[in-house]
């Protein structure tokens, strides 16, 4: 599951929270994975989804990161990113997508009004997305830290570090090579 704030899409002056169910099988696709937009109240998040968002594909895993990115097109409603780690675009083997949906007044768009794509097979695009008050590409320092990160602590090493909108996507890849054992 993930699970991120994502605005006050209604204008109920709530914040929502978007939830990601990536193994989720919507429409009998087996983990092709969905997220799930779900208003907030004066008595809390409700228990019932506003809006399903679903994956196109089995085992995409679509949902497996989501974040509220705010308002990235200046309408003032805010926008929605939803990554799939195992999609496989143009025949490119779980190379990966983040798909952004816009708000608008009459909530988030069912459809994404554009879709990213990993660039070789086995990027894994979209394993998570986080937003960022900067709108920027990452300094090299900061590369350096989100590599080394991710090889110390679960062996991935990183291809690709992308700012789109406010949103930051890192692309993986799992190492191959063994790890010591500590």
Known sequence: WAVAGAGDGDRDGFDD????????????????????????SATGTSSTPSQTFNGASAGSLFGVSVAGVGDVTGDNFPDLMIGANLADPGSRMDAGTASRFLGTAAGVGPAPSRVVEGQRAGDF??????????????TPRERRYVRRSLRQSAGFSINRCTTYASATLVTVRKNTARLPVA
Not at 19 to 33: E, R, T, W
């Open 17 to 40: 929270v978007l939830v990601g169910a990536h193994f989720a099988d919507p429409l009998s696709l087996m983990d092709a994975g969905q997220a799930r937009l779900f208003p907030g």
């Open 125 to 138: 695009f979209g394993v998570s997305i986080a937003t960022s008050a900067r709108t920027r590409h990452p």
